[in-house]
């Protein structure tokens, strides 16, 4: 059975800090992207950024770019989403996702259908 599951997601003030964990469990995905997409209500899920499969790749969307850093531990397999500096606009469900091809990949993906499985999702709210 092949599981992403965040965590770390809470309720903060505005300019906080918080992280959020991706554990992957059932199957290793220390070959491939992953990456993290919000979705606040009422909203599409946005593309949040996206690290590799060794770390070598990382992006991060323009809206959240300079305060947020994805990284991730292969040992772990865990990837991290630190988010610094969070505005009342960043309050969304946060969702990992992990792709299931091209591993050894150093693209970057940017889009939705390009990952294969999803955690559940954890919610983040910023208040002003």
């Known amino acids: 059975q092949v599981q992403l599951v965040e965590s770390g997601g809470s309720l903060v003030q505005a300019g906080g800090s918080l992280r959020l964990s991706c554990a992957t469990s059932?199957?290793?995905?220390?070959?491939?992207?992953v990456g993290w997409f919000r979705q606040a209500p009422g909203k599409e899920r946005e593309f949040v950024g996206t690290?590799?499969?060794?770390?070598?790749?990382?992006y991060h969307a323009d809206s959240v770019s300079g305060r947020f850093t994805i990284s991730r531990d292969t040992v772990k397999n865990t990837v991290y989403l630190q988010m610094n500096s969070l505005k009342p606009e960043d309050t969304a469900v946060y969702y990992c996702?992990?792709?299931?091809?091209?591993?050894?990949?150093?693209?970057?993906?940017?889009?939705?259908?390009?990952?294969?499985?999803w955690g559940q999702g954890t919610q983040v709210t910023v208040s002003s």
């Open positions: 059932g199957r290793t995905f220390s070959r491939f992207a």
């Open positions: 690290i590799s499969w060794n770390g070598g790749t990382v």
């Open positions: 996702a992990a792709r299931d091809r091209d591993a050894y990949s150093f693209s970057i993906y940017f889009r939705a259908m390009e990952y294969d499985y």
